[in-house]
């Protein structure tokens, strides 16, 4: 596959635009022209919204068993339900695994859930995308405690997550030497500045291959959580030792974005931020990876070569160490705003 080319240099509001690309309209119609449905947890239309479905997964949820699946098609409020008898976490979870399977095996919407792009990776699902993460440190989703009270509410594949346009949660670590005073390395030299670690992701990936990366980068599957996912993500992607993670990883904030892929399908997400200083640490990967100056950084994000959602996290970056500021970037307020959202929820 070809390498991603620079465009020409574009503002950074419009790296976040392009991450950020889709919100949801009072009467749910998307740019194409399709009618959204509501997916609710239960029947009851007080029940939490979990997601949005395009009109061709409301057609082939038509075709599942009447016992798994609840319509409500009629009237100014459409919406698609578990059945009643499914009120267990697990119990949801069981019907997604055999479905999403199923849908996977028979060759349906291959571009997302085909054999070579299913991860074979449980996400946990919530009630309030914006409450508390209270599911099970287990990976298979079968543990069964008929408690129905959390706001856990079941797992699924996490490829098939975009097919019904549920929140999904990732960990993002960026990885730096120096600073703002500067910073003495190994050989004695002082750096001016921040030098970031980027990796660029590997030709075969199953999205975006080819696009340079954050340092440490992953999505929270079931079974983990959120710094237990940092730890995990940057000894499976850089070979930087778990000592090391705990003692120099900071949680440094959060951001969200409503993507829109080329093909429809909605994937509302949030990206749990913390950054690194390097702590000297000697890695193989870094024999693998460019460490950028950080002008040189935001003018690869610029000319469009990171991974979008990336790019908005080295955004974040720049903005919480003092380099992006209101009075050097017309477009602040707005970029902050965009990035920080919630993926206008009430109109779900």
């Given amino acids: 596959m070809s390498e991603p080319q620079p465009t020409q240099p574009q503002s950074l509001l419009s790296i976040v635009a392009h991450c950020?690309?889709?919100?949801?309209?009072?009467?749910?119609?998307?740019?194409?022209?399709?009618?959204?449905?509501?997916?609710?947890?239960?029947?009851?239309?007080s029940s939490p919204v979990l997601g949005l479905l395009r009109p061709c997964v409301?057609?082939?949820?038509?075709?599942?068993?009447?016992?798994?699946?609840n319509f409500s098609l009629s009237g100014t409020s459409e919406s698609i339900s578990f059945a009643s008898s499914l009120d267990t976490?697990?119990?949801?979870?069981?019907?997604?695994?055999?479905m999403c399977e199923r849908w996977r095996d028979t060759g349906l919407w291959p571009d997302q859930i085909g054999p070579k792009?299913?991860?074979?990776?449980?996400y946990p699902i919530f009630r309030n995308p914006f409450g508390k993460r209270d599911a099970p440190l287990a990976e298979d989703g079968e543990v069964e405690t008929g408690d129905d009270s959390t706001n856990y509410a079941f797992m699924m594949e996490r490829a098939a997550c975009a097919l019904v346009g549920v929140v999904t949660y990732g960990v993002h670590m960026t990885v730096y030497e120096g600073g703002p005073e500067g910073e003495f390395i190994g050989n004695g030299d002082e750096l001016?500045?921040?030098?970031?670690?980027?990796?660029?992701?590997?030709?075969?990936?199953?999205?975006w291959p080819g696009y340079l990366d954050n340092s440490v980068a992953g999505g929270i599957p079931s079974g983990l959580g959120i710094f237990e996912s940092v730890v995990k993500e940057a000894m499976e992607e850089a070979s930087i030792p778990e000592y090391i993670v705990r003692k120099h990883a900071k949680a440094t904030g959060v951001i969200s974005y409503f993507y829109r892929t080329d093909a429809g399908w909605l994937q509302p997400e949030?990206?749990?931020?913390?950054?690194?200083?390097?702590?000297?640490?000697?890695?193989?990967?870094?024999?693998t990876i460019q460490l950028l100056e950080l002008p040189e950084v935001e003018s690869r994000i610029r000319a469009g070569l990171f991974k979008p959602n990336c790019a908005v996290v080295l955004i974040d970056f720049m903005i919480n160490h003092?380099?992006?500021?209101?009075?050097?970037?017309?477009?602040f307020l707005e970029i902050?705003?965009?990035?920080?959202?919630?993926?206008?929820?009430?109109r779900w």
Avoid: C
């Avoid at 001016?192 to 999205?207: D, F, L, M």
């Fill in 336 to 346: 902050v705003t965009r990035i920080h959202g919630r993926f206008d929820y009430d």
């Fill in 192 to 207: 001016q500045g921040y030098r970031i670690w980027v990796p660029k992701r590997a030709r075969t990936k199953q999205t």
């Fill in 20 to 45: 950020d690309n889709f919100s949801v309209s009072e009467e749910k119609i998307t740019p194409g022209g399709e009618k959204l449905v509501s997916w609710r947890l239960t029947p009851d239309l």
């Fill in 58 to 69: 409301v057609d082939q949820l038509k075709l599942e068993s009447s016992n798994v699946w």
């Fill in 89 to 98: 976490p697990a119990k949801r979870t069981r019907v997604m695994k055999e």
């Fill in 270 to 287: 949030v990206e749990y931020v913390s950054s690194s200083s390097s702590g000297g640490v000697q890695t193989s990967y870094l024999l």
């Fill in 322 to 331: 003092g380099l992006i500021t209101p009075d050097n970037e017309p477009d």
């Fill in 117 to 122: 792009k299913w991860r074979a990776e449980m």
